[in-house]
């Protein structure tokens, strides 16, 4: 009786560190699923506009909107539960000119929403390297 005892809490154990480890291997569960996206999108959107190397440009922009991608893209991003309406990054962006200059403001823009909203380091540092891919599609090259 003792030894089943034993067995079967160390498959609970198992069973539970098991599922601990999935949720922080989960990205979007890491930042808080939908409502912590959301938090940290409309921390971006503030720290945009107080931005003066990059402010202008999103002078036309419509912000609400922007917002309503961002948190789906990065819930797609995080492997959340959503679908990202908007157009891919190349056709957004490949009339704009964004210069490196320019997409490293709106990262640390990105990492200055996410700390005021508590998101671990690591955890930011996992998103970040997933949008990273993105670089290529909206950064203009060099001539």
Do not use: W
């Not at 959340?80 to 210069?99: E, R």
């Amino acid at each position: 009786m003792f030894r089943f005892f034993i067995t079967s809490l160390s498959a609970l154990s198992f069973t539970l560190s098991a599922s601990a480890q999935a949720q922080a291997d989960n990205l979007y569960q890491a930042l808080g699923g939908s409502p912590g996206i959301a938090r940290v999108v409309d921390q971006l959107i503030v720290e945009i506009q107080q931005d003066a190397r990059i402010s202008p440009q999103f002078k036309e922009t419509n912000m609400k909107r922007l917002a309503e991608l961002l948190k789906e893209q990065l819930c797609v991003v995080s492997d959340g539960p959503c679908q990202y309406s908007g157009d891919d990054m190349l056709t957004v962006h490949a009339q704009l000119g964004i210069k490196s200059a320019a997409f490293n403001a709106l990262v640390e823009d990105l990492q200055a929403a996410m700390h005021k909203n508590q998101i671990p380091f690591p955890t930011q540092n996992r998103l970040l390297a997933r949008l990273a891919v993105m670089k290529k599609d909206i950064v203009v090259s060099a001539p």
